[in-house]
């Protein structure tokens, strides 16, 4: 795992577009996330779109998670939240931007069939943010470390933590769907982002904690591509600290991130 520590989020996001335009220009398949972390770098990527040429027309992509009893117009659905912050400001087609189906009649069959697609896919680059409590897209803990694109229950916490989108706690959806640990882990490069004194904890129980299903974000730890980056506030806790910041600025000669 590459840890980058950056002062502020907006460090943070100029990084994770550098890292996420090499990829859109060789029209990759990219794994898109939703939440306040990649906020920022969407931004970034839009202002590269508008100002210097940057394209995503050639890229398809893939949305990690969704929320149960949605439609995709509801405005806090991720398939809305994605087109709404990200893809509709910049030239990929919507047609080419995948999201699991929340209001299916049938959501196992929905998980499945999302799980299907992304067999049959490989994605470049997976952006990733990082729950309170350890999770990434919706794999709360104690979700198996193999585990594939299924329906799940929201932790408490995660509910609480997301109530800001919907106003009400009482709105936020119990259940949803979710690539699987396992269906995150074969995508080629895992980039994950967080910022913030709240995300402290979790980011040193996932790069310094033990690998267990307690802290679903530790997968990255078995994952040969994984690069993490982070503000200050965010690394706050790490033990290594020092020693990311010395290998960020000793790299071996021609290695990328
Ligand atoms: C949500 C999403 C995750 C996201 C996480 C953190 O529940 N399902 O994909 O990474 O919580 O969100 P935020 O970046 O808003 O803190």
């Known amino acids: 795992m590459e840890i980058l520590i950056r002062s502020t989020p907006d460090d943070v996001a100029a990084q994770a577009a550098d890292i996420l335009a090499g990829y859109a220009q060789r029209g990759a398949t990219l794994g898109l996330a939703t939440g306040s972390t990649p906020l920022l770098t969407y931004r970034e990527l839009i202002r590269r779109h508008a100002n210097e040429g940057l394209s995503f027309a050639y890229c398809r992509a893939f949305l990690l998670d969704e929320y149960v009893g949605l439609p995709a117009a509801h405005p806090q659905s991720y398939a809305a939240t994605i087109r709404r912050e990200f893809t509709s400001h910049v030239d990929i ?21 999302y799980e299907a697609l992304l067999a049959a896919t490989t ?33 408490p ?11 009400d706690e009482e709105l936020v959806p119990t259940h949803v769907l ?80």
Do not use: W
Request: proline share 6%; hydrophobic share 40%.
């Open 157 to 167: 916490r995660t509910i609480e933590d997301n109530a800001r989108f919907f106003g």
């Open 93 to 113: 087609p919507d047609a080419q931007v995948h999201s699991p189906r929340g209001d299916a009649p049938d959501p196992l069959a929905a998980a499945l069939s």
């Open 178 to 257: 979710t690539q699987g640990l396992g269906t995150i882990s074969r995508a080629s490069h895992l980039l994950l982002l967080a910022t913030g004194e709240s995300k402290a904890d979790a980011v040193a129980a996932m790069a310094e904690g033990p690998l267990s299903a307690q802290c679903p974000a530790s997968i990255l730890q078995l994952h040969r591509h994984a690069t993490v980056v982070l503000d200050e506030a965010a690394a706050a806790r790490l033990r290594n600290a020092e020693y990311y910041r010395y290998a960020d600025t000793h790299k071996p000669a021609n290695q990328d991130y």
């Open 123 to 155: 994605v470049d680059v997976q952006l990733l943010g990082i729950g309170g409590n350890g999770h990434i897209g919706f794999n709360e803990p104690s979700s198996s470390l193999s585990s594939l694109t299924r329906l799940k229950t929201l932790h």
